[in-house]
Nanobody, 125 residues
């Protein structure tokens, strides 16, 4: 079971980018995929999640106006579109997967068993 992120890079304040998370070894229909980010010197925080079975999406309040999570089950991929990027968005972005087996805490990192290596997003001011 593997997840691989891509799409990070250096962007200017106010810019946009789309991160991709590609799964291998399992199909997304049975999994929840979440995006976490870790800013320098800070703890990893969950920002968005999508359920592979019905497409339900979830966001933390701080990002819901600027982040959009989506999935393409045919490509076994999940995307995170970020607009109006700010320097505070700088960090390593990870995608994580967990089987859909009942209620759980969406943005608790310990709930997820499959992790990608992360992709760096740097926003210049």
């Amino acid at each position: 079971l593997q997840l691989e992120e891509s799409g990070g890079g250096l962007v200017h304040n106010g810019g946009s980018l789309t991160l991709s998370c590609t799964a291998s070894g399992f199909t997304l229909e049975n999994y929840a995929i979440a995006w976490f980010r870790q800013a320098p010197g800070k703890e990893r925080e969950g920002v968005s999640c999508i359920f592979g079975n019905d497409g339900s999406t979830y966001y933390i309040d701080a990002v819901k106006r600027r982040f959009t999570i989506s999935r393409d089950n045919a490509k076994n991929a999940v995307y995170l579109r970020i607009t109006d990027l700010k320097p505070d968005d700088t960090g390593v972005y990870y995608c994580a997967g967990r089987q859909l087996t009942g209620a759980y805490y969406l943005f608790r990192a310990e709930e997820y068993g499959v992790w990608g290596q992360g992709t760096q997003v740097t926003v210049s001011s």
